[in-house]
C-alpha cells in the first residue's frame, strides 16, 4: 500500500505539477500578449504620428513654395509694368523733342510767296531741301 500511496502522491504532485505550469504558461502568454498588443499599438500610434507630421511639413512645405512662386510672379509682373512705364516715357520724351523740333522747323523756314502758291516747283523743292539741310545741321537740342 505504500507503494500504491507514493504513486498517487507522485501522480498528484506531476499533476500539480503540471497544472501549476500551465497556469503559469498562460499567465506568461497573456502577459506577453497584452505586451505586444500594447508594443503594436504604440508602433501604431508612431507610425500614424510620424506620418502626419511629415504630411503637415509637406503641406507647408508645398504652401512656401507657392507663396514663393506668386511672389515670383508678382515681382515679375511688376519689374514689366516698370519696364513698360519706362517705355512709355521714352515715348512720349521722344514724340515731345520731335514736336519741339518740328516747331523750330516752322519757326526757321518761311517759304517764299510763290512756294506757298505752287510749292512742287523744282525751284521751291530745291529750298525746302537746302533750308532743312542747314536747319538739321544748326538744329540742337535745347537739353
Known sequence: ???????????????GWTAASVVFALAAYGIYYQFVVHAVNKMSQDLIESSSNASQKALARSRELQLEQQRQREEKEAKEAAAVEAQLRIQRLVQAKLQQKEKAWEAYYKPTRKCIEDPITTECANAHIRARNAFEASYKDPD
Open 1 to 15: 500500500m505504500t507503494r500504491y500511496r507514493r504513486r498517487n502522491e507522485n501522480a498528484a504532485t506531476w499533476f
